[in-house]
């Protein structure tokens, strides 16, 4: 008769077994899954310090200002490497901008110098911080607008001789006065854009280009189209410009 | 024909194959088994008899290390699972798998706080099996606090403590403190916010420490706050000295018990209190080898299968993000072995309860056994004693208790509302919703006919109740509340989730009775990848 301690300590050692086994055929998936997880995450924390550090001069979603270059461009994720002979590939060459600073401007026209942002060179940021930066950077590159594309592209033809006279045809020609206000004219969907050359022409074609940019305080996100950047190009976003001015200037 | 140094095929003539060949393989057994023969070796596994005389076992515990540490045996009062419930075998146990779980989790790991963290990924995302080696680890750890200090309480109660097991009981107090800053070491190394807030709470305690406070603090961290040399020392401390003291007293603790005193008996056997026959029973001598043996391993391998299956279902170690010495979390609590002395922190100065009383509660602790001077075990004797451990144990409840973040300190009625369905660290509601019922949009609370279908509906109505709740509360200068949530499509798989809560308020130092608007605004991304359970 075998003792029953040693019968019990068999069948702990199959459910101790059992439980190793079990864990063990999910392991190598959920180690996938835990890597795309923490990605995520990292990208999460990297919209957070891009929004309070870098959204400054870059612009928001990285499309640049007169103080900063575009970071949210085509030209940036497939071209901006091999332009400056970096051999260690985009992530590697941000994370050593980002870490480092610029200590040579890119463009003089810029104002500063770009900081350096690691703490191992005084900047405020630790190196997981501006790993996270770097994922956060490196998400834009699927949707990244085709800037040359768009600043080459044959302009939509619009009747009008001046640039107010197309403008003011675009604006009803393109939809905008569907759901905008201007001169008392338009619908309520989105806000009255009477007075908006007063924010600055920065603003209006970013608010063309990019409706979620700036959500004015009242009025939903995400219902304004996107593709603006798409049907519209650099000289008739210009037009529009020109005929907001005019509107606001007449007031 | 005899040969010279050729002795095995001398005795294969002489004895036939056979017998040669079990006489080899029963020399073989002998040798490794320290004089159990291979029959021998068989009637242990079956529970019978010894076959040789003289006893061929107790012969074997003198000649092996690993046994010569052992008794012969107990007597089997001291073995009633009633009695002891295993628990300082448990301990040992734990201990154990500490070590092994701990050497192969040091393979992975770098005490530097550039690349802690790192390790913790790395170990979680790339290492075969390394988050089931990391969550043994923690489980091991906690059980080990649990079994220590069950183990501490058992011996009180049954007055175990008592002559001549003073000194064995100084040892064991020795050990759960060893036990209790093993645990607390091993906090830190992950370099996560919990363990980096934790440990920084910790250490500040002993700052407050009169005369030296400063020092210990300073030796501890290395540096004013705690850093690459606080985590190297923590390291050291986790990996080196503290195992050391460990298995130092772990030696001296069960070496008298097994040399000296034995397990004490149940106190009603040892004072004749029990019927003869029990006492009898009681006395009745169980060997080491085969019975203990057999129910130790019985034991061990049922705590292994009981920590795989909790590992398997429920159990898994925390990961927070990224230590951040410049963010202090919005509710930093202790490990909750500690947390009866962050209660009693809030009960004042922090020299007076987070430094002397605990010193003198340590203090008794060790001092017990002899500051008790009564002979007798029985709890009918010992009314003070015991009602005084019942009286401990409630209080050390009731301190942990309010060392939680649910008593006491907290922030105001905003941020509290937002952390509850967003908190800072780990999952909470929100995050829970799947990323496609995360509508683009903005939804307040104060027109429910916004709300979306699906998980985030259903989270709204929850904030709704809540807003009401914390606006309803007389205690809380905090009317009319509302909250408001815009979601915005922000990157490729990347969502802006802004909360913002309104609410109106008497102004500070305002006498009349005047509201005024106030707004907390509070913002988040969150990408579709981000299986925020996972992480958990």
């Given at each position: 008769m075998i003792d029953t301690r040693i019968l019990v300590g068999l069948l702990a050692?199959?459910?101790?077994?059992?439980?190793?086994?079990?864990?063990?055929?999910?392991?190598?998936?959920?180690?996938?899954?835990f890597d795309e997880a923490f990605h995520g995450r990292s990208v999460e924390n990297g919209a957070a310090l891009f929004t309070e550090y870098c959204a400054e001069c870059h612009g928001l979603h990285g499309e640049g200002t007169p103080r900063a270059p575009t970071l949210n461009s085509k030209y940036f994720f497939e071209s901006r490497v091999q332009d400056l002979r970096f051999e260690g590939g985009l992530p590697a060459y941000i994370k050593l901008t980002v870490a480092g600073g610029r200590p040579v401007k890119s463009d003089p026209a810029y104002p500063e110098n770009m900081p350096t942002w690691s703490q191992d060179f005084g900047g405020p940021l630790r190196n997981d911080q501006i790993d996270n930066v770097v994922n956060y950077i490196m998400n834009w590159e699927e949707g990244a607008p085709d800037?040359?594309?768009?600043?080459?592209?044959?302009?939509?033809?619009?009747?009008?001789?001046?640039p107010e006279e197309r403008g003011a045809n675009l604006f009803q020609g393109a939809g905008c006065v569907a759901c905008h206000m201007i001169d008392g004219v338009g619908g309520a969907v989105g806000p009255d854009l009477t007075n908006v050359y007063d924010k600055g022409e920065d603003y209006i074609k970013e608010s063309i280009l990019m409706p979620n940019a700036v959500v004015v305080e009242g009025f939903q996100a995400n219902i304004m189209p996107q593709n603006f950047g798409d049907t519209l190009s650099d000289e008739n976003i210009n037009d529009l410009v020109a005929y907001f001015k005019s509107v606001s200037e007449s007031q | 024909m005899d040969i010279p140094g050729m002795g095995f095929f001398n005795s294969l003539s002489e004895k036939g194959i056979k017998q040669t060949i079990g006489d080899k393989i029963d020399e073989t057994?002998?040798?490794?088994?320290a004089g159990i023969s291979p029959k021998e070796a068989r009637a242990l596994l079956r529970g019978e008899p010894p076959t040789e005389k003289p006893n061929p076992r107790y012969r074997a515990q003198v000649k092996s290390f690993m046994l010569h540490i052992r008794p012969k045996f107990y007597q089997e009062g001291s073995t009633w699972f009633s009695h002891t419930f295993r628990l300082g075998l448990l301990s040992t146990f734990f201990f154990v798998v500490e070590v092994i779980t701990g050497l192969i989790l040091m393979v992975y790991y770098t005490p530097s706080p550039d690349v802690a963290y790192y390790d913790m990924i790395n170990i979680l995302s790339n290492?075969?099996?390394?988050?089931?080696?990391?969550?043994?680890?923690?489980?091991?750890?906690?059980?080990?606090?649990?079994?220590?200090?069950?183990?501490m309480a058992r011996v009180f109660f049954t007055g175990a403590y008592k002559h001549p097991r003073q000194f064995t009981w100084l040892t064991g107090v020795v050990l759960l403190l060893v036990t209790l800053f093993l645990s607390f070491s091993g906090y830190l190394l992950p370099w996560d916010q919990l363990a980096y807030w934790a440990v920084t709470i910790g250490t500040s305690m002993a700052e407050a420490a009169p005369l030296f406070g400063y020092q210990v603090n300073l030796i501890l961290r290395g540096s004013q706050d705690i850093g690459a040399g606080g985590l190297l020392r923590f390291y050291l401390l986790h990996v080196f000295l503290l195992p050391l003291v460990a298995i130092v007293f772990i030696s001296i603790h069960y070496y008298k018990v097994s040399r000296e005193h034995s397990i004490s008996l149940p106190a009603a056997i040892e004072e004749n209190q029990a019927p003869p026959e029990k006492i009898a029973a009681a006395k009745r001598k169980v060997d080491i080898l085969p019975d203990?043996?057999?129910?130790?391993?019985?034991?061990?391998?049922?705590?292994?299968?009981?920590?795989?299956?909790?590992?398997?279902?429920?159990?898994?170690?925390?990961?927070?993000?990224?230590?951040?010495?410049?963010?202090?979390?919005?509710?930093t609590t202790a490990p909750w072995y500690f947390l009866w002395l962050q209660g009693m922190l809030k009960l004042g100065d922090k020299t007076l309860w987070g430094v002397v009383i605990p010193t003198i509660i340590f203090?008794?602790?060790?001092?017990?056994?002899?500051?008790?001077?009564?002979?007798?075990?029985?709890?009918?004797n010992r009314k003070f004693g015991v009602s005084l451990g019942i009286i401990t144990a409630v209080m050390l409840v009731v301190l942990s208790y309010m060392g939680t973040g649910l008593w006491g300190v907290s922030a105001p009625p905003a941020v509290e509302l937002v952390q509850e369905f967003i908190p800072e660290e780990g999952v909470g509601k929100v995050r829970m919703i799947p990323w496609d019922q995360m509508t683009i949009g903005a939804f307040t609370t104060e027109n429910p006919t916004t709300y979306p279908s699906g998980e985030l509906g259903e989270i709204m109505r929850e904030m709704e109740e809540a807003v009401e709740r914390e606006s309803a509360r007389?205690?809380?200068?905090?009317?009319?509340?509302?909250?408001?949530?815009?979601?915005?499509?922000?990157?490729?798989?990347?969502?802006?989730?802004?909360?913002?809560?309104?609410?109106?308020?008497?102004?500070?130092?305002s006498t009349s009775n005047e509201l005024q608007d106030a707004e907390f605004v509070k913002t988040f991304y969150f990408h579709r990848d981000s299986n925020y359970e996972l992480l958990e």
């Open positions: 050692v199959l459910i101790a077994l059992s439980g190793v086994v079990f864990i063990a055929i999910d392991d190598a998936d959920r180690r996938v899954e800037l040359e594309a768009l600043a080459s592209a044959e302009p939509t033809p619009v009747p009008g001789d001046t | 057994t002998r040798a490794v088994l290492v075969n099996m390394g988050k089931f080696m990391r969550d043994m680890h923690r489980l091991g750890a906690e059980l080990m606090v649990i079994a220590v200090s069950l183990h203990l043996i057999t129910s130790e391993i019985m034991w061990y391998i049922i705590a292994l299968a009981g920590m795989v299956i909790a590992v398997a279902t429920f159990f898994s170690a925390p990961l927070e993000t990224h230590a951040d010495p410049l963010k202090t979390p919005l509710h203090g008794l602790l060790f001092a017990i056994p002899y500051l008790d001077p009564g002979p007798s075990r029985l709890a009918k007389p205690d809380n200068n905090f009317f009319n509340g509302r909250m408001t949530v815009t979601i915005e499509p922000w990157q490729t798989d990347l969502k802006k989730f802004t909360t913002t809560v309104n609410w109106e308020e008497i102004p500070e130092g």
